[in-house]
């Protein structure tokens, strides 16, 4: 789950940059927030297993 919303966060992020140029500080929440959502999947796969 965590996998798939790191996903759209990033789809997001490349929207935001490429398409609507949406103010630099909101693209890089996304970003920052796509990454932090991508280690708490390894890292909670990694102690589930």
């Known amino acids: 789950m965590l996998a798939g919303l790191a996903v759209i966060l990033v789809v997001l992020w490349l ?3 490429l398409v609507f140029h949406v ?3 909101v693209i890089h929440i996304l970003l920052l927030l796509a990454v932090v959502a991508l280690i708490m999947h390894f890292v909670r796969g990694r102690s589930a297993g």
């Open 15 to 17: 929207l935001g940059f």
């Open 23 to 25: 103010t630099v500080g």
